[in-house]
């Protein structure tokens, strides 16, 4: 089933909230197919946490409607707690207790009793890779081991919709990899994670779809590769093997820009596949086959840019 045809584990319509006089989500509709990835992206302060607050509960909405596997975030909030799990930015590891003791309090507060608890965190700590640490404190961990820790924590209570509000932030690459394989295993499994990042790259490995959110309000949405051809930039790149062949593909395509020195042509594209072909069929109709051909597309930096006038997510805050 593709992500269209799935039915929404989250839909949002409306919504709006302000601190006094001022407004952090300004009329924000969005709709999140069950199973599959949404992130949201934007600058400090755009209001990531505040949605995420929002969806899990913890804040109330000043107006519109958010509804979380089919339930109202107001009126059924406890039918919404019951179905969800929240990994905030800042780890809700106890430091002072060993790994298996979170997850056994967490199974505690899930009611799931101990004989389950007990069960649960020895299939989490074994599937997130620390089980060899389960009995050390976790103030002992490396950020990457209690970041998992704080994820497995998440799903002891079997969750179908998980939110993760910038999980990789302070991470190394090893350990950011970690969690995105863990991102992409739960998926797998059905489960829908709506993710906020301030990592560009980080949403264009993981999402279905991605919003940009800058100044309250949802600027564009789409899955990565439709906001990568929103940008201009996009080229195909022709390498031939004689610059007889360069000659007849830079006539036949007046737009390009050639390269003499290492026999190439760039011509704009946007990288669909609809216009490569297109243009493979212009060269195959005048018999000019080039020998390589690369397609290059703006990445989310530039998308980043050209919709808010800053520089990306991870750069600002680098």
Excluded at 37 to 55: C, H
Excluded at 178 to 190: E, P, Y
Excluded at 278 to 291: C, Q, S, T
């Amino acid at each position: 089933m593709r992500p269209d045809e799935r039915p929404s584990a989250i839909s949002i319509a409306g919504l709006h909230k302000a601190f006094g006089d001022k407004v952090v989500l300004d009329g924000i509709d969005i709709e999140v197919p069950a199973g599959t990835v949404f992130s949201l992206l934007g600058p400090n302060g755009a209001g990531k946490t505040t949605m995420v607050e929002i969806l899990s509960t913890l804040l109330s909405l000043d107006s519109g409607t958010v509804r979380v596997a089919g339930h109202d975030v107001v009126d059924e909030s406890d039918a919404v707690r019951g179905l969800i799990g929240v990994t905030g930015q800042f780890a809700a590891v106890d430091d002072l207790l060993t790994g298996e003791e979170n997850l056994m309090l967490m199974g505690d507060l899930h009611h799931l009793g101990r004989r389950e608890s007990r069960r649960r965190a020895t299939e989490l700590l074994d599937r997130f890779e620390l089980g060899d640490a389960a009995g050390a404190m976790a103030k002992t961990y490396s950020g990457g081991m209690t970041r998992r820790l704080d994820v497995a924590m998440t799903l002891i209570g079997n969750p179908r919709i998980i939110f993760l509000d910038e999980p990789t932030t302070g991470l190394d690459p090893r350990s950011r990899r970690a969690v995105w394989d863990i991102v992409r295993g739960l998926v797998g499994d059905g489960v829908t994670v709506f993710l906020t990042t301030q990592y560009l790259d980080e949403a264009d490995q993981l999402a279905d779809r991605v919003a940009v959110l800058d100044r309250g309000k949802i600027v564009a949405e789409g899955t990565p590769g439709e906001l990568k051809r929103m940008v201009p930039g996009g080229h195909v790149s022709m390498q031939f093997s004689t610059i007889v062949d360069l000659d007849a593909a830079a006539s036949l395509l007046d737009d390009g820009t050639r390269n003499d020195d290492v026999l190439t042509l760039q011509v704009p594209s946007d990288g669909g596949l609809r216009s490569l072909r297109a243009l493979l069929g212009r060269l195959d109709d005048a018999a000019v086959e080039p020998e390589g051909l690369s397609v290059h597309t703006p990445d989310l930096d530039d998308v980043f840019l050209t919709l808010t006038g800053r520089p990306s997510v991870d750069k600002e805050i680098a």
